[in-house]
């Protein structure tokens, strides 16, 4: 409901505060998509996503979220067609969740929180030759994202979920091979809301078409639990803190719209 979003905006503590939330641009990341604002736009073509589950490569605890890294020197693994006018190549996805299941994703659909949310991170490889070029162009970078709830067993993620435990700590990595991050989408990727927004970490460049699917996909609290059984720190640490809620406090629409694939 609006009062436990607004509740759970106010007493969750991401981590690093908003002073330090730079640039304070007019497309940053995450909001907030009301429904009844959105347009929908007959020009929006179906997501064409072609991965290919060999090049998959590791997961990396960054201390901030864990990341599932990709090979993306060539065009194996891409999504085109939908918003988009060029081809993005995948490099890593990731979540966001919360210390429970009352909030934890970064965007919301009128008001309403879910307990994680994953983004598939692309960049336009058409108009540039590195991940590093294309963070700092308008056109970047395309991002998927997809919601979490808590519901059956996701059978595909659990994979995943296994191999967790051996990167707990900050600055680990482990060789992760063959997963196919299109069992992550879900059923129907043919109805999404798109708009014009940032990385929602620093650097915050605003250089994303976010594309946030208007389907969930259902994890089981227990796999949801093995996320939050991650650490934000390193094993040489004193004090070990709980990687949860690792999401960024949402931002202002400013003007923008927010268009949507379906009626
Ligand atoms: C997460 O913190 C990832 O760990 C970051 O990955 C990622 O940064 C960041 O989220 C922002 O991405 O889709 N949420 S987001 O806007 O992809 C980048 C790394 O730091 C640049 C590699
Ligand atoms: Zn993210």
């Known amino acids: 409901s609006a009062c436990s979003s607004k509740l759970a905006f106010s007493q969750v503590h991401p981590m690093w505060q908003e002073p ?41 605890n960054n201390g901030y979220s864990f990341l599932v890294e990709y090979d993306d020197t060539t065009d194996k693994s891409t999504v085109k067609g939908g918003p988009l006018e060029d081809q993005f190549r995948l490099c890593q996805f990731h ?8 909030w934890g994703s970064e965007h919301s659909i009128d008001r309403r929180l879910f307990p994680a949310e994953l983004h598939l991170v692309h960049w336009n490889s058409d108009k540039y030759s590195l991940f590093e070029e294309a963070v700092i162009e308008e056109n970047g970078l395309a991002v998927i994202a997809v919601f979490l709830k808590i519901g ?7 994979k995943l979920v296994d191999a967790l435990p051996a990167v707990r700590h900050k600055d680990s990595l482990v060789e992760f091979t063959k997963f ?18 940032s990385l929602t970490t620093p650097p915050l460049t605003e250089a994303v078409t976010w594309i946030v699917m ?3 996909i259902e994890v089981s609290h227990d796999q949801l639990a093995v996320f939050r059984s991650l650490l934000f720190t390193s094993a040489e640490e004193q004090v070990q803190r709980s990687m949860v809620n690792n999401f960024r406090v949402q931002q202002a629409v400013k003007g923008r719209t927010v268009r949507s694939s379906f009626t």
Do not use: M
């Open 95 to 102: 979540f966001h969740w919360g210390e429970n299941n009352a």
């Open 152 to 158: 059956k067993r996701h059978e595909g993620l659990q």
């Open 20 to 60: 330090l939330a730079i640039p304070g641009g007019d497309r940053q990341s995450p909001i907030d998509i009301v429904v009844r604002k959105s347009v929908f736009d007959p020009q929006l073509r179906p997501l064409k996503v072609q991965y290919d589950p060999r090049t998959c490569q590791q997961i990396w």
């Open 180 to 197: 196919d991050p299109a069992c992550l989408l879900p059923e129907n990727i043919d109805d999404y809301w798109t708009y014009a927004g």
């Open 214 to 216: 208007k389907r969930h």
